[in-house]
């Protein structure tokens, strides 16, 4: 019988820290678009808590999420693409991440919702029918949809 491994809570707090640090480093040396990298930091520190701590649900959200919604950022320039690329990649990038929860916890659905949305709304942006969402809206649509999430995050019923 082996011996089961102790996940180490506690992870989150010194995770974040650093993952707020780095970007002002990478500003302060210079790196192009390094305040997008925040966002990538964050999701890594939240990726790590979950991996390497209790595998909370509340960790494994924020964490795909932030992680994509990063990538979503620095991808565009990490390949020089064209600007009419960079919202489609941003919004496919999410959902990839939403999907991403799905699959690992898929006795929870509820992140299926904003990956379909996101994925649609990509495929409407990258083929140039955006207009379908009206112009007003379209600014708070990813918002409105991590608010959402969040919302959902503190009301769900805990199982972990």
Not at 141 to 156: D, K, N, S, T
Request: aromatic share 14%; charged share 10%; glycine share 10%.
């Amino acid at each position: 019988m082996q011996p089961t491994q102790r996940r180490r809570p506690g992870i989150l707090g010194g995770s974040v820290l650093i993952a707020i640090g780095v970007p002002f480093l990478l500003q302060a040396i210079g790196t192009p678009n390094a305040s997008a990298y925040l966002f990538l930091a964050l999701g890594l520190a939240f990726g790590l808590a979950w991996f390497l701590g209790t595998r909370q649900y509340v960790y494994l959200v924020p964490g795909a999420s932030l992680i994509t919604f990063g990538l979503g950022l620095v991808i565009p320039s990490w390949f020089n693409l064209s600007n009419e690329l960079a919202a489609p990649i941003f919004l496919g990038a999410l959902a990839i991440g939403f999907f991403i929860v799905f699959v690992v916890e898929p006795d929870r659905p509820a992140p299926l919702v904003p990956a379909i949305l996101l994925a649609l709304f990509a495929l409407l942006t990258l083929y140039g029918r955006a207009d379908i969402m009206p112009a007003w809206f379209q600014p708070m649509f990813v918002p409105l949809l991590f608010i959402a999430l969040g919302v959902y995050l503190l009301v769900e019923r805990r199982t972990n």
